[in-house]
């Protein structure tokens, strides 16, 4: 679970990181006296779970407490819309904070890195743009450190990181400080990723957290009770804040073959075929085990809110499940919904002559293995193109 700049920056300042002070708001008439009482320059952010708010116009600077009530009258309710996400997410609350006068801008994060299996510091001097940008132009400048939250950090690791990053050499130490209360902050509330972008110098010499992106571990949400609530608007895509309502595991790819199995593991079976037979994933959906038609149906309906897809691919053993109650449920689905799109089945398992039955003379096309099912439905859905 995403949380946002004011949720993220509360929970660093509780480990001690540097963040400018600041107050959360939906109302510009709050937002100037937030202002007015902080006195002297300040920053209004608006607080939309979305990369690159600055280039969206989410982020702007200001001397005058007057201007600030302006500018949050006009941004509350407007769709802020970037690179990052060309959908957009609408603005309902800002922070108003302490502007920071910023020297240089660092990059600085705590994750998982699922590759080395690890979590890992990276830190980088390119702070300030995305970091997806720095690692295709200035991938030598990002140094990645394998750490363990549960033993803590070694301070000769964190020296050698800093002065590889090139890090200036009066903000080493305040450097390192920081990265340890992360490594901290992100051990004790099960956080996957904290990002500090930038993390800026100012020019009296303070390092302080002028952005800050917490998310979740969602396994371990039921220990951070205090985020109930903010979670369907955490996600991304408006899809998958919808499949968190509905309580399916739904991510979205951005190819344009939906992709519907039961258990996570058949799932990506059913992407890795539809990828080597030359189709583009929509999306990840997981029905789960013993799922009844209804819930099938709310799975299609889910995917089919994807108006890029162009087919769908069901891929179903059904050991728990009963894949007649699956092919119920997506008889149901498509004639309420009359979608006119492809759908090959791959099922099998538990009650699956009655399942077959039921599928048959109606559109849905079925095969007997994925990898046949991944090649019917890439050639159904990019037919005439
Ligand atoms: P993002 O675009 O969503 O990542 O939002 P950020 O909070 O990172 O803000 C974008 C950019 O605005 C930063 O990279 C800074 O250059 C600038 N910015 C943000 N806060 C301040 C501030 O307090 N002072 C100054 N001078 N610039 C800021
Ligand atoms: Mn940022």
């Given at each position: 679970?995403?949380?946002?700049?004011?949720?993220?920056?509360?929970?660093?300042?509780?480990?001690?990181?540097?963040?400018?002070?600041?107050?959360?708001?939906?109302?510009?008439?709050?937002?100037?006296?937030?202002?007015?009482?902080i006195g002297g320059q300040v920053?209004?952010?608006?607080?939309?779970?979305?990369?690159?708010?600055?280039?969206?116009?989410?982020?702007?600077?200001?001397?005058?407490?007057?201007?600030?009530?302006?500018?949050?009258?006009?941004?509350?309710?407007?769709?802020?819309?970037?690179?990052?996400?060309?959908?957009?997410?609408?603005?309902?609350?800002?922070?108003?904070?302490q502007a920071?006068?910023?020297?240089?801008?660092?990059?600085?994060?705590?994750?998982?890195?699922?590759?080395?299996?690890?979590?890992?510091?990276?830190?980088?001097?390119?702070?300030?743009?995305?970091?997806?940008?720095?690692?295709?132009?200035?991938?030598?400048?990002?140094?990645?450190?394998?750490?363990?939250?549960?033993?803590?950090?070694?301070?000769?690791?964190?020296?050698?990181?800093?002065?590889?990053?090139?890090?200036?050499?009066?903000?080493?130490?305040?450097?390192?400080?920081?990265?340890?209360?992360?490594?901290?902050?992100?051990?004790?509330?099960?956080?996957?990723?904290?990002?500090?972008?930038?993390?800026?110098?100012?020019?009296?010499?303070?390092?302080?957290?002028?952005?800050?992106?917490?998310?979740?571990?969602?396994?371990?949400?039921?220990?951070?009770?205090?985020?109930?609530?903010?979670?369907?608007?955490?996600?991304?895509?408006?899809?998958?804040?919808?499949?968190?309502?509905?309580?399916?595991?739904?991510?979205?790819?951005?190819?344009?073959?939906?992709?519907?199995?039961?258990?996570?593991?058949?799932?990506?079976?059913?992407?890795?075929?539809?990828?080597?037979?030359?189709?583009?994933?929509?999306?990840?959906?997981?029905?789960?085990?013993?799922?009844?038609?209804?819930?099938?149906?709310?799975?299609?309906?889910?995917?089919?809110?994807?108006?890029?897809?162009?087919?769908?691919?069901?891929?179903?053993?059904?050991?728990?499940?009963?894949?007649?109650?699956?092919?119920?449920?997506?008889?149901?689905?498509?004639?309420?919904?009359?979608?006119?799109?492809?759908?090959?089945?791959?099922?099998?398992?538990?009650?699956?002559?009655?399942?077959?039955?039921?599928?048959?003379?109606?559109?849905?096309?079925?095969?007997?293995?994925?990898?046949?099912?991944?090649?019917?439905?890439?050639?159904?859905?990019?037919?005439?193109?």
């Amino acid at each position: 679970m995403k949380l946002h700049e004011y949720q993220s920056k509360d929970l660093l300042a509780r480990y001690g990181v540097p963040v400018p002070a600041g107050e959360v708001t939906s109302d510009f008439a709050e937002a100037r006296s937030i202002a007015q009482r902080i006195g002297g320059q300040v920053v209004v952010k608006a607080q939309v779970l979305m990369g690159g708010r600055g280039k969206a116009g989410g982020v702007k600077l200001f001397d005058n407490p007057t201007s600030v009530g302006d500018f949050v009258h006009d941004l509350i309710g407007k769709r802020l819309v970037s690179v990052q996400n060309p959908t957009g997410m609408i603005v309902d609350k800002v922070l108003v904070a302490q502007a920071i006068d910023i020297a240089k801008e660092f990059y600085l994060a705590v994750l998982l890195d699922r590759s080395l299996q690890k979590v890992i510091v990276m830190l980088s001097a390119e702070g300030g743009m995305e970091i997806e940008q720095v690692a295709e132009e200035k991938p030598d400048s990002i140094v990645r450190v394998p750490v363990d939250p549960a033993w803590g950090v070694f301070d000769f690791q964190l020296r050698k990181a800093v002065s590889d990053a090139r890090i200036p050499k009066e903000a080493h130490g305040q450097m390192i400080d920081m990265i340890k209360r992360l490594v901290k902050a992100y051990g004790e509330s099960d956080a996957d990723m904290i990002e500090i972008n930038p993390c800026a110098l100012t020019r009296d010499g303070k390092l302080v957290a002028a952005d800050a992106k917490v998310s979740i571990d969602d396994n371990a949400l039921f220990r951070h009770k205090q985020y109930a609530g903010t979670t369907s608007d955490s996600a991304e895509n408006p899809i998958e804040a919808e499949g968190i309502k509905r309580g399916i595991a739904y991510v979205h790819l951005g190819g344009d073959i939906g992709i519907i199995g039961n258990g996570a593991g058949l799932v990506m079976q059913s992407l890795d075929e539809v990828t080597a037979a030359g189709g583009r994933p929509a999306d990840f959906l997981d029905v789960g085990g013993g799922a009844q038609a209804e819930r099938v149906k709310s799975c299609v309906e889910l995917v089919l809110m994807d108006r890029n897809v162009k087919g769908i691919l069901l891929n179903i053993f059904g050991g728990i499940t009963r894949v007649d109650e699956v092919a119920k449920g997506v008889l149901q689905a498509f004639s309420e919904l009359n979608a006119d799109i492809p759908v090959v089945a791959r099922i099998e398992g538990t009650a699956v002559e009655e399942g077959r039955r039921l599928l048959q003379g109606t559109k849905i096309v079925p095969a007997a293995t994925v990898q046949e099912a991944a090649k019917k439905i890439v050639e159904l859905s990019y037919a005439g193109r």
